[in-house]
């Protein structure tokens, strides 16, 4: 079985920066892309960011240019820097990742328990 575990949500003042983690532990044989999303209440729950296994990135229009999403492959972490804060960005922000397990030759998505996000004065 896979797990993800995510960490680094917190409170902050409009303007500054988090960095959220995600952890991925079981029996993992590939990953084939990682997510973050994010959902705010009484809202759906929309992409942010996504980075595939080439490499290649995608971010949601609102976030271009303020968020990073970045892995260690080693280390099967996937990370999201998050910068300029906005209240808008205020939300649950969950981590995602299509995964292969070892005694699998199918993919399956993962998602982590979420972690909560406040741009606030």
């Known amino acids: 079985q896979v797990q993800l575990m995510e960490s680094g949500g917190g409170l902050v003042q409009p303007g500054g920066s988090l960095r959220l983690s995600c952890a991925a532990s079981g029996s993992i044989g590939s990953i084939a892309a990682w997510g973050w999303y994010s959902q705010a209440p009484g809202k759906e729950r929309d992409l942010v960011a996504l980075i595939r296994n080439d490499g290649t990135t995608h971010y949601a229009d609102s976030v271009k240019g303020r968020f990073t999403i970045s892995r260690d492959n080693a280390k099967n972490t996937v990370y999201l820097q998050m910068n300029s804060l906005k209240p808008e960005d205020t939300a649950v922000y969950y981590c995602?990742?299509?995964?292969?397990?070892?005694?699998?030759?199918?993919?399956?998505?993962?998602w982590g328990q979420g972690t909560q996000v406040t741009a606030s004065s």
């Open positions: 995602n990742a299509v995964i292969r397990n070892v005694d699998s030759v199918y993919f399956h998505t993962y």
